[in-house]
């Protein structure tokens, strides 16, 4: 067996993989435009074409752009008068702005442990067990492109009266039995930082079905002010959170290629996929039928039976170094120290431990969940070989990195 790179061997890549983001010359015209036109702030032409267009694409009523995809999910939140003395159920395996959004309310992030089996996205019967009378909203989270388990939390919605947030900032154009996600929830919230699906730097969008929770949220992302009212009208508590311009531009370019881009990823993960199935010391997620995935991440587990003697940092540390770039995961959020600061503490409505609470199912995900990011899914088939060569070199040298 030949030595692993990470300890002086020859690895199985050294080219790179696929550049992200990309961009062409309409790209650079449609920039030039906006340059040109002196109009190079917010609330104009190009953002308001870009979220009439990508909420047709979701198949949503409404949608609005915003500068990025962390205030869109606070933008959302407090459109729905969500605040102190609230509850909000989220999955503790996400990145960390689906909690802190609700901790800027005011209102109280309550983990719910997560469906190992279903891209570690949130568990509709934690969901369940986690409801109180204080519930007032959930936010399920499209992890990795997978959707989420959306028809049973959207039963629980209408039994118990809670708002449905999406959090699709790593799904677009994912489906779920047949439907966009983005138009499922009462609102849901996408993300267009630089290593998503759709890429301008930053940026974010909310779409949503209803025309009143639009206004409210029109009023929370421009300072308060009301649709058809004066400019120094401000009605309702509101921040800056519009998307300028350049943004717009840069977007509705990503918009059209999106759909090329995601029939490449969905036939290369279905390779990358057939290449690791049954491959020792890897657990692959199962995929269904009747779900459409983004692929914004391809997520694999480690069989820690086999691979226990080496933490995942050391297997990703080992296989990028075989010039296949692997990332590691998030960190229970629970367990971040943000949780237990008290900065954090004074902001909620009272005092929590969360370092209590129990989630071993994101633990267990933590501990040996790795993945590969999008734009390693947009070459070609010799991509996915080397990416399978690289992983199969590592589990079968495992003991050299013992």
């Given amino acids: 067996m030949s030595t692993l790179a990470i300890n002086g061997g020859n690895p199985v890549r050294e080219r790179p993989f696929s550049q992200w983001p990309v961009y062409a010359d309409d790209d650079r015209e449609a920039l030039v435009r906006v340059l040109e036109s002196g109009k190079w702030g917010t609330l104009g032409p190009r953002a308001e074409e870009f979220q009439e267009r990508f909420a047709a694409f979701v198949g949503a009523k409404h949608g609005l752009s915003v500068f990025n995809g962390s205030v869109s999910l606070e933008t959302a939140l407090r459109a729905a008068s969500i605040g102190p003395g609230d509850e909000v159920i989220v999955p503790p395996y996400t990145f960390v702005a689906t909690a802190s959004s609700v901790v800027f309310t005011g209102a109280d992030p309550v983990f719910a442990d997560i469906d190992p089996n279903h891209f570690n996205c949130i568990d509709p ?27 049973p939390i959207l039963a629980l919605a209408e039994k118990h009266g809670l708002f449905v947030l ?41 779409t949503m079905k209803a025309a009143d929770i639009w206004e409210k949220c029109w009023a929370v992302h421009n300072t308060g002010r009301v649709t058809g009212g004066a400019w120094y009208q401000h009605e309702l508590p509101g921040s800056n959170f519009r998307m300028t311009e350049w943004q717009a531009a840069i977007l509705l370019g990503q918009l059209d290629r999106l759909p090329g881009q995601m029939e490449i990823r969905e036939r290369n993960a279905q390779l990358l996929y057939s290449r690791l199935e049954g491959m020792e010391g890897i657990v692959l997620f199962p995929l269904r039928d009747d779900l459409k995935y983004a692929w914004h991440l391809f997520m694999f587990k480690l069989n820690l039976d086999i691979t226990g003697k080496v933490d995942k940092r050391r297997f990703a540390e080992a296989l990028t170094a075989e010039g296949v770039p692997t990332e590691g995961g998030y960190v229970n959020l629970a367990r971040q120290k943000m949780f237990s600061s008290r900065e954090l503490q004074r902001r909620i409505s009272r005092p929590f431990d969360y370092s209590s609470v129990d989630l071993p199912r994101t633990d267990q995900a933590c501990a040996g969940t790795l993945w590969f990011s999008q734009n390693m899914l947009l070459g070609d088939e010799s991509d996915i070989d080397d990416i399978a060569e690289g992983v199969r070199k590592v589990v079968e040298n495992i003991d050299e990195l013992a």
């Fill in 125 to 151: 019967a934690a969901v369940e067990a986690a409801i109180t009378s204080r519930t007032r909203a959930v936010i399920p989270v499209h992890m990795a492109g997978c959707p989420a388990e959306m028809e």
């Fill in 166 to 206: 999406e959090d699709a900032a790593q799904a677009h154009g994912a489906e779920y039995r047949g439907r966009k996600v983005g138009s499922i929830g009462d609102v849901a919230s996408f993300s267009f930082q630089e290593t998503k699906n759709m890429a301008a730097g930053e940026g974010g969008m909310l």
